[in-house]
């Protein structure tokens, strides 16, 4: 086991009042709504209509491209309608809405070859995530399969596997390592296998003692398999970060893992394509931690994608009436949502309830620099902000607005609470608009 640590970022309150839950699986609604986007890139097309009856682990949304990915009913019932519901990110779109029958024990036969997994060939395994619909699960969702694929003149040489974890609140990748640690190995020896890595390596936070004295008891009989015990500190598991942090590699602005050969992989993601090769079950579910002092049972649950948050918070026994901010993922990196009737989707890490939301009201810039030492992205949040302000487009992307990855940790160091995010992301927004009209 080596041990590491990233240079910058923020030590917030960890919160990770579910660490001690054992994952439950949530009790399937009567009715889900599961929306054809879940996921980076092209929205599946829809596969059925109004009164057919599927089954568990139908194909109900077919990828549309290479960057898609399909979508499979978690439930057997009968197709309601499609209908427009909201995503966590505000927008509507369509989603397929399923009268679950929760007699029928009916389940779709896996439209991938079931064969042992130590049989499985690269082809194989690829084939496996593009048809089973698996995608990221650290909260990217781009499609498992097309990053299985990187160039031919590439040679991946490294595989990280992401256990990080670093979003307070979150534990559902900590409980999945503990409670699932054989798959997840499993499911990383088969990316190893596709992507044709030597070197595996396990990054996971020292705030999870228990899953790094599991995960080193196995790996270190393994050879070209280690642990990486990584000192705890936010953002730490987004991918540029946790490759530097490991390999000391950089990812070069705007290029992707494999540019500096290699892989990397979410521990849910890794898992979640272990259980479609060895039992055939496609991407239907995951675990997501509920938490935050607006709900009083929180807990991990395993949950079928398209139960609403309103069913999780009532299940969670939510203060309802004193609620003043739901988030979906984590408290640094997720999304506000607007309303309780928003479906769980492949992105879900969290669904947090906040009773007391702290209120921010901006001041003007001390130019103390906190925000420009927390970036690890060496961006300096404060002179891009006030770029974005004075509209001067040109600099605002020089000076490299494009590479943020929105981690927030700048908001979270501001004592003058500038929306520094808010900020950045209307600026890339005007940018990509520009781009679009040219
Ligand atoms: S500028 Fe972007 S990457 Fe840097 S700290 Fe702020 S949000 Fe994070
Ligand atoms: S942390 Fe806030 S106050 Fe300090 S330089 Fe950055 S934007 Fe200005």
Redesign the pocket.
């Known amino acids: 086991m080596i041990e590491r640590a990233l240079k910058g970022g923020v030590h917030p309150d960890e919160c990770k009042l579910t660490a001690p839950s054992p994952i439950e699986n949530f009790p399937c609604p009567e009715r889900l709504y599961v929306p054809l986007q879940q996921h980076l890139g092209r929205k599946a097309r829809p596969m059925v209509k109004k009164g057919d009856v599927i089954a568990k682990g139908q194909k109900i949304g077919e990828a549309d491209g290479f960057i898609s990915a399909n979508i499979h009913s978690p439930v057997a019932g009968k197709v309601k309608s499609i209908d427009k519901v909201m995503l966590p990110n505000g927008v509507f779109d369509d989603a397929v809405v399923i009268d679950v029958d929760q007699e029928s024990n009916s389940v779709a036969e896996p439209t991938w070859p079931l064969k042992p997994v130590d049989d499985l060939t690269p082809d194989d395994i690829r084939t496996i995530a593009r048809e089973a619909g698996i995608v990221g699960l650290g909260g990217a969702t781009f499609p498992t399969a097309v990053k299985l694929s990187p160039p031919e003149n590439v040679k991946i040489d490294t595989l990280i596997i992401n256990g990080a974890e670093c979003e307070p609140y979150l534990t559902a990748d900590h409980r999945l390592m503990l409670e699932h640690t054989d798959e997840v190995i499993r499911g990383a020896e088969l990316v190893r296998r596709a992507v044709g890595a030597e070197k595996v390596f396990v990054g996971i936070e020292k705030n999870k003692p228990d899953a790094i004295k599991k995960f080193d008891g196995i790996l270190k009989r393994k050879d070209g398999w280690e642990v990486v015990a990584l000192k705890s500190v936010y953002?730490q598991g987004a991918e540029k970060n946790l490759i530097k942090v490991i390999t000391g590699r950089e990812v070069p602005v705007g290029g992707l893992p494999f540019n500096v050969n290699v892989a990397i992989q979410n521990v849910g993601t890794v898992y979640s394509l272990y259980r479609a090769a060895s039992e055939g079950i496609p991407l239907i579910e995951r675990v997501v931690t509920v938490s935050g002092d607006g709900v009083k049972k929180p807990g991990n649950f395993r949950i079928p994608f398209g139960v609403m948050a309103r069913e999780v918070l009532e299940h969670c026994e939510a203060r309802f009436g004193e609620i003043e901010k739901v988030i979906f993922g984590g408290p640094m990196m997720g999304m506000s949502i607007k309303g309780y009737d928003v479906p769980v989707i492949k992105s879900t890490s969290g669904i947090l309830c906040f009773v007391k939301a702290v209120r921010r009201e901006p001041y003007g810039c001390l130019n103390c620099g906190r925000?420009v030492e927390?970036?690890?992205?060496h961006?300096a949040?404060t002179r891009?902000v006030k770029l974005v302000r004075a509209a001067k487009w040109d600099e605002v992307k020089k000076a490299g607005i494009m590479n943020?990855?929105?981690?927030?940790?700048?908001?979270y160091v501001c004592p003058s609470k500038i929306p520094?995010?808010q900020w950045?992301r209307y600026g890339k927004f005007m940018l990509r608009k520009m781009e679009a009209q040219r």
């Open positions: 953002p925000c927390v970036c690890t992205l961006i949040p891009v943020c990855m929105e981690c927030g940790c700048c908001a520094l995010v950045i």
